[in-house]
């Protein structure tokens, strides 16, 4: 099995480092790419950011030879819907993954990410997916993204912190780390803090090999039908639905 | 990896069936066993039997050897939050199951069931999981449980005609079949309607197999903490907590 | 009238407690019976002891003599829609009878419970019988069920403190206790506090009098249908429904 | 005990009528006054009649001797939260009084009303109470009000129709009649469509002497605080609180 | 363009200062009239207030010579629905119009108003409209309604201080300032506080202009369908419908 | 006054056409600019569409001379939130802006859009904002966006038709056109239907002049804050944030 994730910042070393995560998390058998676009910002932090990483998002996934799954390694789940609609295969968002398996494990889930300005991104997309209720609160470490690939920064901490207090405070039973650029941490946050740490990066990629192992196909129904053909303009004339 | 799948009602010829489902949808190298109580209700339709399903299902999952994960073979996910309690490994119901990954698949998911009297503990579930603005509706096809198991009933037929009216009158654009019983009919019923159609065994089976393989365990904080050690009285003395 | 409690653990002294508090909540003419099963745990505090309380607690029901309305004496409601489908008359759930009735005399009413693993599932109560927009908040006094029935234990102090709590920090403006092992405390802590104080044992004596009086029964039409006629093995062989 | 039941229109037929459907819910030993106001509208059909309804119902309440408790006899529930500030007893609306007790026999119920007009009206009652998600639709039977105090009209066979409509097309389990004015058809409806059909007069009787009986006062703390002594001008004058 | 702005209690001083601030926040070319009621309370602080004020608001509004628009300055939006019905032209509350306009200016806004027993009011409005979910918080700053009237008070010092609270520990991005009568405040409390601070009565003046000019009437079907001509009693006979 | 509306399509006759909308709408004293993006889909419809048309929509934010507000002309409100961020002056999306205003009169409205693909986005606004509740349905007329430009389509007499099935079908009170290509139809729907029809640039227009002449502009703490200075890399360099 082929599974491409696309880290949708234009950061290699964060694209590297989902990458070993995913290839951690994956089954035997199957293969990890990572990309990342040429074109974008260098982290996605907030609604801006996100706007800019979309086109390069959607240009991996319709680049690359076919995987047999996607994953967005962005936790905000950018561009995870317009993916679904040009991707091949079935489309896995770090953020829902997270979500889905924390509602598994626990009554409560806490979401521990990195800035404030994410948190209202994250609280929309909870709603959206229905699973709000399940979520004892989402809570910013004041870590900026790019904090996380520098081991000088006291990121780490600032995160454990965090979740010290989302289990105290808010009562979580357990712990979704809130960026893709955390996905080494969770091991050893669980065993800090003695309740499950998520990882949404390793989450996505078990389930979207579960979605390719049960045949399971994005609908093409309704809300993720195929782009209809269209005319687009200047320098995205070439991304143009047939 | 070794995942026990526990079908709460007490006929053999079921088990074997959801047995067979979770070997078909299990990653290579997982062991899958499948074992019912002795004692409780032939099947589960409606409050009345879930209750009496409830301590013949948890004493099969502490009778039997540790597995690595439990799957829950029963649609209305009876007896889930008390088998999380108990279970030494994460534990994963089939309703649950295909209500989370249909989410991944689908901008709205449509389910249909067996009886009238089963639509409304899968919608409270449907509200409880939060998933229940993802779900275009719960349809019974009244066909009951057992009639699955009886080749000469029209029950397919019946199934699919459900299906048929949750696409065009509810707009699904997946479908989720709604019993145990109905694992055998899902590849078939894709093919001829054109959308997804989902099977909680199979989704199950490998959402536990997930778990298992990123080390997820249920959080012993809050809602799924370990039974308080106390006495219990009667038949159900030996069954008490330590 | 004749009104039948069944406390669902095997204390004694628990269903005597609550006999008593039903006898003075109930109007003249009305007769209260009360039981709790033979076999099953000795309080009710989770998930796990709840799914063993179940079969004796609808035994009971099935075993008395026809009353003309039921009260179910656990604050988890346990087993109620289950009791609904298989009792000849109204049965009413202690939790379901407090929040109602709160819910006509406050514009926020507060839960005060004994141990933090109950909440979660009052709070799915709350959300599942509508009421959870008039609920300021479910609060754990830590104070284990049994601790109750023992004269030497800080219980009420607990329990007390707790309540100051949640008028003061959550602006309850009524107060529900969440246990029928705390129906002797109500009067007293409404004059402590100045804020009423339900206990559900004597809301829902009055509410089970009120549905007879009103001639109103149970429906038979979708959710509490009568169960269907089938067979139940081993144990249970002698509860299946006809 | 001594309840006072007003009926907030100026209909002295209709006061008389829910005087006797109070008379016959009512325990032995309960005394039922009905009255109405001599200023405001003859029947209260959407928000306009409404507001000109309040000041003679909170007239009323302040001009009797006081009563154990008070029902409001209008199925909108106008008035009903300012009722709770001044009324010295507690104070229960045929309204939230028939959707309370029918959530208790019914997992759905339906309300059949008299005019478009009023479907916002109690809709968005049941979103307040929150007993919406209980509620399987409101519908119009387009028969106004006073009608049904006209034996040659036929509201009776509307109301009927409408019934069968609700338990057809909504899996409606049981219904709630939504106006004072139908209090004489529920027995008759019941036994017609083999479902509960409740009338909210006789809810409320039962309601406010189950309060009263159980000495449970309206909180003045937070929404339902005493009003604040201050000036009224004009007209109502002497109607200002203390 | 003629816009009436309807202050619901009988203060004329605030009368006044809602009718400059109107003038302030009206267009070129619209003209503000502003009235009040001869009958009814000095000022509306909770519901027993809100239920006096109505007949006098509905009749301002009929007694006019017809307006292009109306403005209810009273920001528990009392009479609104009711003021919809009457009225030849849209209808705009204060305490709605700050509500969508800060919704547009921010992610979550926060609510500060007088007394505490306007807390629940203001929430339900929120919940009616749909807008609680972009609403941080209620707060009561405990300043009664005429003491913004008075110079000599320190009203304007809670207020700010109150909306310091909700900044930072709601994180309330917005403020909307809960009161008729806190119209002149919101400049400077936009400077001092550095987020947007918003008074109803300007903002409703402001999409009462934009609803005329957009040739918006209230919608005849349903909700807001004008009274049914009836007989009204007593005082009240001359303000009967048609 | 200067607003400056954005068509974040290609279509320049669309663009006019909002154009002339937004004129006709406008106050006295307000320029009216329109622009659309050289770069992205002539139409947008469904996800992917929306991905390729943020980068054009704020590129044309930040080129032109700062205005005193924005409209953005997508009836999905793509780019909203990002749009938001980046502005100088407030921003209002032309989905949003109907749905408020519709909400000030009709008690419920319904929404009238182009294709099936459409109805997901539009109801998941819906939920953002709050306003669902408000709205009974939201219905595609099956005219793809370009139709609309084409006066030898059927594309007026599909709409009115799906309006005339929401009115009598959902009982919507108001219907909102769902797409910025139907601006020049609401005022022959509203006389032919007899309900409001409002057209979300003409809402959109006076909602932008109503901030600014309120002085309300987009908070800057928390969702909206503006953009953190970064790298962005390739074709999309020149537009990261200082």
Known sequence: MDILIVNPNTTASMTEKVRVAGCQAAGAGTVIRAVNPADGPESIEGYFDEAYSLPGLLAEIRRAP???AYVL????DSGLDAA??????PVVGIGE????LASLIAGRFGVVTTLERSVP???RNLHHYGLVARCSGVRASNVPVLDLEDPASDARGQVSETI?????????????????????LARDLTGQHQVPVLDGVA????????LVALGLATSRRGAYAAPRGKRYAGIFAAHAPR
Chains 1, 2, 3, 4, 5, 6 share one sequence.
């Not at 989450?203 to 579960?210: G, K, P, Q, T, Y």
């Open 66 to 68: 076919a995987a047999d």
């Open 73 to 76: 390694a962005c936790f905000d």
């Open 84 to 89: 679904r609609c040009a991707a091949p295969g």
């Open 97 to 100: 993954a997270a979500f889905h």
């Open 121 to 123: 991104i994250i609280e």
């Open 164 to 184: 010290a207090r989302a289990i105290r405070d808010d009562r979580a039973e357990a712990i979704v780390l809130g960026c893709a650029g955390m996905a080494d």
């Open 203 to 210: 989450c996505a990629v078990r389930l979207a090999e579960s």
